[in-house]
């Protein structure tokens, strides 16, 4: 993948949770709050937690922070995959994102 390429399909990554925390927000009572500086996103939610999701450009790697962990997600030409463990970046987004809510939230790449 090129720069280019990892630039393109990691920003879009970025809008697609930043569009969810809205559509989130706007269905539930998760109140949760996003913010974004450059290439990272702080989520922060009612109860002090946050998940926080950083681009790792030199890498070519999304990176997250959560209670359980750290997580690498490298594109493999149709999603973002854990580097350890295989999962998919909105997947556990999604379930990391529903354990700090104390709610069920859905993340989506689209």
């Known amino acids: 993948m090129t720069d280019l390429e990892y630039l393109d399909?990691?920003?879009s990554a970025l809008a697609a949770i930043e569009q969810a925390c809205d559509r989130i927000n706007d269905a539930t009572d998760a109140d949760i709050d996003n913010q974004r500086v450059g290439g990272m996103i702080?989520?922060?939610f009612p109860n002090a937690s946050?998940?926080?999701?950083n681009l790792q450009a030199p890498l070519k790697e999304?990176?997250?922070a959560a209670r359980s962990g750290g997580y690498h997600y490298r594109h493999d030409g149709a999603a973002w995959v854990d580097t350890k463990t295989?999962?998919?970046l909105f997947s556990?987004?999604?379930?990391?994102a529903s354990t700090q809510a104390g709610l069920s939230l859905e993340f989506t790449a689209d």
């Not at 556990?92 to 990391?96: A, Y």
């Open 9 to 11: 399909r990691a920003e």
């Open 42 to 44: 702080t989520i922060t």
């Open 50 to 53: 946050q998940l926080i999701v």
């Open 92 to 96: 556990q987004f999604s379930e990391e």
């Open 86 to 88: 295989g999962r998919e």
């Open 62 to 64: 999304i990176w997250l």
